[in-house]
């Protein structure tokens, strides 16, 4: 039998262990365990897409204490791309969208680059109207990301600008349902210094603005 079926002794077992496991998401985790160390490819992916499937309720109840490191970095990719576009990414280094509200501020530049730019000097503003006093700097990125500090600067060399057109401003971000909620920070900076600004705590959205009343202008706006 080994000889001339060993192909089909070895699925017949594979196919007992994986039967044996049920719906027992415990069982599937100790035969992914059992099927990397015998180099049991095939029963190796079917248990590792079960562990994905059930990753949320085993790792809230510590199950995955029990793989080796090397499987467990496995399994944390697997998740990773798997639930790709419902896992927030950090902020640092996305691009992302830049508008202002209600008008711009056309004596700045308002574009991306000029706000990531680090030279602070020619930024983004936007002014007030009659209908809507205040002012808005928006980013919005192209999918939920995280963001734990900005980084915020102003050294603007055209109009009357200067740090007292930014500070007093509020950092907001647009929540699930649709509404601007304030992020707990008031911003303020210096002339001429990038100011890091930790957040009290992780903000998870799609979009961020800035706002103050009347007008508002930046030379530099990174989020982290």
């Not at 262990?17 to 599937?28: L, Q």
């Not at 002012?135 to 055209?158: K, N």
């Not at 509404?179 to 008031?186: L, N, Y």
């Amino acid at each position: 039998l080994q000889l001339h079926d060993a192909f089909g002794l070895r699925l017949a077992c594979e196919v007992a262990a994986e039967t044996g496991a049920g719906d027992d998401e415990n069982a599937f985790l100790t035969l992914l365990v059992q099927a990397h160390q015998l180099g049991a490819d095939r029963l190796k992916q079917r248990a590792m897409r079960m562990t994905v499937h059930h990753f949320k309720e085993l790792a809230l109840k510590g199950a995955l204490e029990v793989l080796p490191g090397s499987l467990l970095t496995e399994v944390l990719r697997e998740v990773a791309i798997e639930y790709d576009r419902l896992l927030p990414s950090a902020a640092k280094g996305l691009r992302w969208d830049l508008s202002m509200v209600p008008v711009p501020d056309s004596r700045l530049d308002n574009t991306y680059e000029a706000v990531t730019s680090p030279d602070l000097s020619c930024g983004a503003g936007a002014c007030g109207t009659a209908g809507c006093s205040e002012a808005c700097l928006v980013a919005t990125f192209q999918q939920p990301v995280r963001v734990r500090r900005i980084r915020i600067g102003v050294d603007l060399t055209c109009g009357d600008f200067d740090a007292a057109r930014l500070n007093g401003s509020k950092l907001q971000y647009l929540t699930k349902g649709g509404t601007w909620q304030d992020a707990g920070v008031s911003v303020s900076a210096d002339d001429h210094v990038v100011r890091e600004i930790e957040l009290p705590q992780i903000l998870v959205g799609t979009a961020f603005r800035l706002v103050r009343r009347q007008r508002l202008a930046v030379g530099l706006l990174a989020f982290e």
